[in-house]
């Protein structure tokens, strides 16, 4: 089964699909989606997809959008809520506060090099 949501940090669950699929079928379309220059994607620990997916809902319920919050209750059931919630997303032990400031202080004199105004 592939499932796929769209979600949003300040609405939560925007949209959700889910269907059927061998592991076939998986292969082609996840390489479809790595070979799109116009779609990202990031792969997750599951455990840490599972607490986005639940705080999407929560934000749903929050903001009395019933309509997203019927159509992800089922998904929220179905994947669940991992055992021990994540004090910060994955990418923060993946990358070093140095590596991170090295790359904005990289991409900041790339704009600056650039003559966009006239």
Not at 62 to 70: E, I, L, Q, V
Not at 86 to 115: D, K, M, V
Request: net charge negative; glycine share 6%.
């Amino acid at each position: 089964m592939l499932v796929s949501l769209i979600i949003n940090d300040q609405h939560g669950v925007l949209d959700c699909n889910a269907f059927p699929v061998t592991k076939k079928e998986l292969t082609r379309i996840v390489g479809d989606i790595q070979a799109d220059d116009r779609l990202t994607h990031v792969e997750l620990p599951p455990t840490y997809a599972q607490q986005l997916v639940e705080e999407s809902y929560r934000r749903n319920l929050s903001t009395a959008d019933t309509c997203a919050a019927g159509l992800s209750r089922d998904w929220h059931d179905l994947i669940g809520m991992p055992d021990t919630p994540w004090e910060q997303g994955p990418i923060y032990t993946l990358l070093t506060l140095r590596r991170f400031a090295g790359n904005l202080l990289g991409y900041r004199c790339q704009l600056s090099s650039t003559s966009c105004c006239a």
